[in-house]
């Protein structure tokens, strides 16, 4: 399976204002806090994982925890911050 790791930077481009909700289950996150957000979950993880079937991991050395499911289109949107 084809997989993109995103670093922090590349990250806050990747889930722009938590567009995949990733710190708010509701989806209505105060993006006040976003770069926060940012902070604490990359304290956690070394980066994260979009899988092409748009699946997102944080991952640790070599522990993987799914932070979501259902990352529409999420992988597309990884390749383009690579770009």
């Not at 079937?53 to 990352?71: F, P, T």
Request: glycine share 6%; charged share 35%.
């Amino acid at each position: 399976m084809k997989e993109i790791k995103l670093t922090k930077e590349q990250f806050k481009l990747f889930n722009q204002d938590d567009q995949f909700a990733l710190f708010d289950e509701d989806g209505f996150g105060d993006y006040d806090d976003f770069n926060e957000e940012v902070e604490k979950l990359f304290a956690d993880y070394d980066f994260v994982i979009v899988t092409e079937n748009d699946y997102i991991y944080g991952a640790k050395g070599n522990q993987r925890v799914e932070l979501s499911d259902q990352a529409t289109e999420g992988y597309y949107i990884a390749q383009e911050v690579l770009e």
